[in-house]
Nanobody
Framework: QVQLVESGGGLVQAGGSLRLACAVS????????MGWFRQNPGKERDFVAT????????YYADSVKGRFTISRDNAKNTVYLQMNSLKPEDTAVYFC?????????????????WGQGTQVTVSS
């Protein structure tokens, strides 16, 4: 059984920073590509960033490129999302996911395991 637990969300002013963490327990974390997505009520879950199992390759949505950084520490079974220069439009519930296949990592359907989400609110 694989469990993901996000933390680090909160309320921040525009231009500020937050660092999200996703702790993974269960089976071999280092074998999973990981991703961050975000979702607002009534909307679809949108891709934010993804990182390969080794951490050697990352990919970002255009809306966050240059502001957000995804990283992972396989020794700690944790993936991070450093969010800088936050904007009100970044407000959402942020979810981390673990994929067991390596097809399109920008699609939520690629991910088998999900955390419960953490709220990020950016005030203007």
């Amino acid at each position: 059984q694989v469990q993901l637990v996000e933390s680090g969300g909160g309320l921040v002013q525009a231009g500020g920073s937050l660092r999200l963490a996703c702790a993974v327990s269960g089976r071999a974390f280092s074998g999973y590509p990981m991703g961050w997505f975000r979702q607002n009520p009534g909307k679809e879950r949108d891709f934010v960033a993804t990182i390969t199992a080794s951490g050697s390759t990352t990919y970002y949505a255009d809306s966050v490129k240059g502001r957000f950084t995804i990283s992972r520490d396989n020794a700690k079974n944790t993936v991070y999302l450093q969010m800088n220069s936050l904007k009100p439009e970044d407000t959402a519930v942020y979810f981390c996911g673990a994929a067991i296949i390596t097809s399109d990592l920008t699609l939520p359907s690629t991910y088998k395991y999900w955390g419960q989400g953490t709220q990020v609110t950016v005030s203007s």
